[in-house]
């Protein structure tokens, strides 16, 4: 440990891992084996970071709450394995909704990105610079958001779904689809990034004949999720994307021909 950085007593620092210099450490922190903390971090009280997890210069971990209805509960931040947190990244501890707010293993939040209380971003995430994520927000797996995009509170993002940069996300993005435009609207099905993840052409196949239902056929919400349900095959991928739009509260965005 560096003698220049600040260490709590009363929290866990894991084996192996670096504090450099001009770093704060709060009381009630884990770190885990292998981190990497950089100079000029703050790592305030709550903070549970698994193994080999990067965090760059000027980041702050674990602050206290932006909601004027947070009344000083033991609330926590929980960093999963093998992530990267970038320059100047704020992650927000949560409140008495979740208690906690959750970055999954192996994601990439670059810099000047925010992410709110109670928030839940799920594994293999990328965060790209300046986004803005606010309270209560749900990112499922590998999905990517955009540099500079802003996020209602209480948004859903699907898993394997990418969001233009500069978006404003008002409505929930389905699953492995890409949304742009403003309003923000139905872009396609992100193929490539489903190759990358080692989708079969006929997987993707069966999601993009889901969508053409969803937002070609000029068919409303239940009218397309009924035909979806009669007339395409039972697989993971129906399941979730059924699922994500029944129980979205917000609703899901438009299409772009709408």
């Given at each position: 440990m560096?003698?220049?950085s600040?260490?709590?007593?009363?929290?866990?620092?894991?084996?192996?891992?670096?504090?450099?210099?001009?770093?704060?450490?709060?009381?009630?922190?884990?770190?885990?084996?292998?981190?990497?903390?950089?100079n000029?971090?703050?790592?305030y009280?709550g903070?549970?970071?698994?193994?080999?997890?990067?965090?760059?210069?000027?980041?702050?971990?674990s602050?206290?709450p932006?909601?004027?209805?947070?009344n000083?509960?033991?609330?926590?931040?929980?960093?999963?394995?093998?992530?990267?947190?970038?320059?100047?990244?704020?992650?927000?501890r949560?409140?008495?909704?979740?208690?906690?707010?959750?970055?999954?293993?192996?994601?990439?939040?670059?810099?000047?990105?925010?992410?709110a209380?109670?928030?839940i971003?799920?594994?293999?995430?990328?965060?790209?610079n300046?986004?803005?994520i606010?309270g209560?927000?749900?990112?499922?797996?590998?999905?990517?958001?955009?540099?500079?995009t802003?996020?209602?509170?209480?948004?859903?993002i699907?898993?394997?779904s990418?969001?233009?940069g500069?978006?404003?996300?008002?409505?929930?993005?389905?699953?492995?689809?890409?949304?742009?435009?403003?309003?923000?609207?139905?872009?396609?099905?992100?193929?490539?990034?489903l190759?990358?993840?080692?989708?079969?052409q006929?997987?993707?196949?069966?999601?993009?004949?889901?969508?053409?239902?969803?937002y070609?056929?000029?068919?409303?919400?239940?009218q397309?999720?009924?035909?979806?349900?009669?007339?395409?095959?039972k697989?993971?991928?129906?399941?979730?994307?059924?699922?994500?739009?029944k129980?979205?509260?917000?609703?899901?965005?438009?299409?772009?021909?709408?």
């Open positions: 560096n003698k220049l600040y260490i709590n007593p009363n929290s866990k620092i894991g084996k192996d891992s670096v504090i450099e210099p001009f770093s704060y450490i709060d009381e009630n922190v884990i770190v885990g084996n292998n981190c990497w903390i950089g000029n971090v703050t790592i009280s903070a549970r970071i698994g193994d080999n997890v990067k965090i760059f210069p000027g980041a702050v971990i602050s206290v932006q909601d004027l209805k947070f000083g509960e033991d609330t926590l931040v929980e960093i999963g394995e093998g992530t990267t947190v970038r320059e100047f990244v704020t992650i927000s949560g409140t008495k909704d979740k208690f906690k707010t959750t970055i999954g293993k192996n994601c990439l939040l670059m810099a000047y990105s925010h992410i209380h109670d928030c971003i799920e594994d293999n995430c990328i965060i790209v300046g986004v803005q606010a209560h927000s749900v990112i499922n797996e590998f999905a990517i958001i955009g540099g500079g802003l996020i209602h509170q209480f948004t859903r699907g898993c394997h990418m969001v233009s500069g978006s404003i996300v008002r409505k929930d993005i389905p699953p492995y689809c890409k949304a742009g435009k403003e309003p923000l609207a139905y872009k396609g099905v992100n193929s490539i990034g190759k990358r993840r080692n989708f079969s006929d997987q993707i196949n069966q999601i993009q004949n889901m969508y053409r239902i969803l070609l056929e000029g068919k409303n919400i239940s397309a999720l009924n035909k979806i349900s009669e007339d395409i095959e697989t993971k991928e129906k399941e979730i994307l059924l699922e994500f739009i129980t979205s509260e917000r609703g899901v965005i438009k299409g772009f021909l709408d």
